[in-house]
C-alpha cells in the first residue's frame, strides 16, 4: 500500500543515512585523532583501562626521574671513593719507605699530612644536590643513608605501592679520619703503627669504594628497566585505544559510497508519492 501521508521508504532510508553518517563520523574522529577510544562513550571499559595505564605511565617517568638523580649521586660518591683508595695506597706506600731508619721521617710525615687533608677535602666535596655518601650526616639532618624511590607495584585493582631502593652511607667521614686517627711518623717504630693503621684505613675505603659501586650497578639496571617497562606501557595503551589508520581509510572510503548511495535512495523515496498523484490526473 502506497501513501502520501506515511512514506515508510523514505524513513528507512532516512535512518540508513543517518546510520552512515554517524559511522562516518566516528571513522573521521579516528583519523583526526589518531585514537579508536579517545572518550569514555567509545568504549567505557578499555577507555578505564588505558586512563590508569596512562597515570602508571607518568608514575614511572617521575621514577626515571629518581633514579637518574639517585645513579648521579651514587656516582658522584662513587668516584670520591675510589680517589680516596688510590690516595690511600700512595700514602701506604710512604709509611712503606718510612720504616727504613735511613729516610728524612719529617718530610714523609709531611707528604703524609697533605695527602691526609687531600682525603678529607674530597670526602667533603663529593655531594650531589645535598646529599654526601661519603659523610656521617648524608643530607645535614641526620640521615644515613639515600632513598631512591625505584617503581611503582600494583596487585590487582589495589593502589600502587611505591618500592625505594635505599644506599647507605660509607661514612669516610668518621671511618677513614687520617687527620684525627693515623699516628704522625718520627720514626720507624712510629712507622710500623702507621702501616697497620692504615691498612685498615685502605681496607674499609676498599669495602665503602665497592659497596657503592654495586648500589650504583642497581640503581642503573633498575633504571633500565623501568625504561623498557614505560615503553611497553606505552605500547599496550596504544594497542587498546589508538586507531588502525590503515582500516580507517578503507571504511572512510567504503562510508563515503554509502553516504552517497543513501543520499540517493532517500531522494528516490521522497519522489513516490509525486508517482502517486500522478494517477489520479
Known amino acids: 500500500m502506497s501513501s502520501i501521508l506515511t512514506n515508510s521508504s523514505a524513513m528507512v532510508a532516512l535512518q540508513t543515512l543517518k546510520t552512515v553518517n554517524s559511522d562516518l563520523a566516528k571513522t573521521t574522529d579516528a583519523i583526526s585523532t589518531g585514537k579508536e577510544i579517545a572518550t569514555a562513550k567509545d568504549g567505557a571499559a578499555i577507555f578505564a583501562i588505558s586512563k590508569v595505564m596512562e597515570t602508571d605511565v607518568s608514575g614511572f617517568k617521575a621514577i626515571s626521574d629518581s633514579l637518574n638523580l639517585g645513579e648521579a649521586t651514587v656516582a658522584v660518591a ?66 644515613n643513608s639515600l632513598t631512591v624511590l625505584s617503581s611503582l607495584d600494583r596487585v590487582g585493582t589495589a593502589a600502587p605501592t611505591a618500592v625505594n631502593i635505599n644506599v647507605g652511607t660509607v661514612n669516610f667521614e668518621d671511618n677513614v679520619d687520617l687527620v684525627a686517627d693515623l699516628t704522625a711518623i718520627t720514626d720507624t717504630a712510629t712507622a710500623a703503627t702507621a702501616l697497620g693503621e692504615i691498612e685498615t684505613f685502605l681496607q674499609t675505603a676498599i669495602d665503602g669504594a665497592a659497596a657503592l659501586g654495586a ?42 559510497v554509502q553516504q552517497q548511495l543513501a543520499t540517493q535512495s532517500l531522494t528516490i523515496a521522497n519522489q513516490a508519492p509525486q508517482a502517486i498523484l500522478s494517477l489520479f490526473r
Open 78 to 143: 662513587s668516584a670520591g671513593a675510589e680517589q680516596v683508595v688510590d690516595i690511600l695506597q700512595d700514602i701506604k706506600t710512604l709509611i712503606v719507605s718510612a720504616t727504613s731508619e735511613n729516610v728524612d721521617h719529617g718530610t714523609i710525615q709531611n707528604e703524609i699530612a697533605e695527602k691526609s687533608a687531600q682525603v678529607a677535602s674530597i670526602v667533603g666535596a663529593a655531594q650531589f644536590n645535598g646529599a654526601n655518601l661519603l659523610a656521617a650526616d648524608v643530607d645535614g639532618n641526620g640521615g
Open 215 to 256: 648500589s650504583a650497578n642497581r640503581i642503573e639496571g633498575q633504571n633500565e628497566f623501568v625504561s623498557k617497562l614505560t615503553d611497553a606501557m606505552t605500547l599496550g595503551i596504544g594497542a587498546l585505544v589508538d586507531a588502525d589508520l590503515e582500516q580507517a581509510s578503507a571504511r572512510l572510503q567504503a562510508l563515503q
